[in-house]
């Protein structure tokens, strides 16, 4: 099992910036890639981001379009945790982010493609 617990959300204006982290635990060397989700009310669970997880030093990260050039998903895998920098926030942007672990080799975007979820975190963006 693995265990993932996201932090770094709050309330922040048009504009602004937040860091949202993601501390895994458990068996994480069984985890192949890390993804960034995110749920606005009454919307479904989108994909946001990912990271390549396992492996050596380089890595391949992988964006929705609507977060291209404002956000950049990183990695700390001496710390088990991944992170999500989100610049230039717009109100769109507003949802609860969750942090996903996927056992599988092949990367995927799709929600149902991950294994483990942490309980999320609010976002949300004033205008």
């Known amino acids: 099992q693995v265990q993932l617990v996201e932090s770094g959300g709050g309330l922040v204006q048009a504009g602004g910036s937040l860091r949202l982290s993601c501390a895994a635990s458990g068996r994480t060397f069984s985890i192949y890639h890390m993804g960034w989700f995110r749920q606005a009310p009454g919307k479904v669970r989108e994909f946001v981001a990912r990271?390549?997880?396992?492996?050596?030093?380089?890595?391949?990260?992988d964006y929705a379009d609507f977060v291209k050039g404002r956000f950049t998903i990183s990695r700390d895998n001496a710390k088990n945790t991944v992170y999500l920098q989100m610049n230039s926030l717009k109100p769109d942007d507003t949802a609860v982010y969750y942090c996903?672990?996927?056992?599988?080799?092949?990367?995927?975007?799709?929600?149902?493609?991950?294994?483990?979820w942490g309980q999320g975190t609010q976002v949300t963006v004033s205008s």
């Open positions: 996903a672990a996927d056992r599988s080799r092949v990367a995927t975007r799709s929600v149902t493609g991950y294994d483990y």
């Open positions: 990271i390549s997880w396992s492996g050596d030093s380089t890595y391949y990260a």
